[in-house]
């Protein structure tokens, strides 16, 4: 099946500092990219919508100047969390969209996951 | 109302049990269901999609309901390898939007 890596897979950063996170389709193009969060014991909860070449949709209640998402290429997404603060850790997931022609839904594959833990 | 609603869990079975989930969804525009399970602090991995007609794979039965607006899970013989949260995941398309349930803990105890 198809990959998607994510990098870093934890990071520990203090308060007021930015991190930047990557997703990689590796052997696959992807124009759509996806960007989740996940708290604890909650289920995932869709950020935003990336395609490749334009500007990301963001979900409702979620800050597009604090959540910075480049779409770049067709096989990278970075998400940057912008000036960290305790309350942004959490779980971020992203997944690719195959974007094959011809089929109602394409399978989203998922990276591993990055877990933010903010001091 | 949440727009994905599974059973809250934890499910404790022992090993060979069969074990059911269900979960419904309030949009009846909703067109494509699928099971995901996701083991701990790993990304989700999509166990199969759910047809009205339903569907096996092994041990795993799913069903959907579109009168009704649910979907359900049915485990077979369970295994301690079975172990983990499997969501419950509804994409509408043209919108292109996929809600992910809260999922559902399943334990199997030897």
């Known amino acids: 099946g198809a990959v998607v890596s994510q990098h870093p897979s934890w990071v520990i950063c203090k308060s007021g500092t930015s991190v930047k996170i990557e997703c990689r389709s590796l052997d696959f193009q992807a124009t759509t990219m996806f960007w989740y969060r996940q708290f604890p014991k909650q289920s995932l909860m869709l950020m935003a919508t990336s395609n490749e070449g334009s500007k990301a949709t963001y979900e409702q209640g979620v800050e597009k100047d604090k959540f910075l998402i480049n779409h770049a290429s067709l096989t990278l997404s970075t998400l940057t969390v912008t000036s960290a603060h305790p309350e942004d850790s959490s779980f971020y997931i992203c997944s690719a969209d195959t974007g094959l022609a011809g089929r109602d839904w394409n399978e989203q594959f998922f990276g591993p996951g990055t877990r933010l833990t903010v001091l | 109302r949440k727009e994905v609603e599974q059973d809250p869990g934890p499910f404790n079975v022992p090993e060979g049990a069969t074990v059911a989930f269900n979960c419904t969804y309030s949009?009846?525009?909703?067109?494509?269901f699928f099971w995901y399970r996701q083991d701990c602090r790993k990304e989700p991995k999509l166990l199969m999609s759910v047809y009205s007609s339903g569907n096996e794979d092994g041990r795993f039965t799913a069903q959907l309901n579109r009168a009704s607006q649910y979907i359900s899970l049915l485990i077979r013989d369970s295994k301690l390898s079975d172990s983990a949260t499997y969501l419950c995941?509804?994409?509408?398309?043209?919108?292109?939007?996929?809600?992910f349930g809260a999922g559902t803990r399943l334990f199997v105890k030897a």
């Open positions: 949009n009846s525009a909703s067109q494509s």
């Open positions: 995941v509804v994409t509408n398309t043209g919108g292109f939007k996929t809600i």
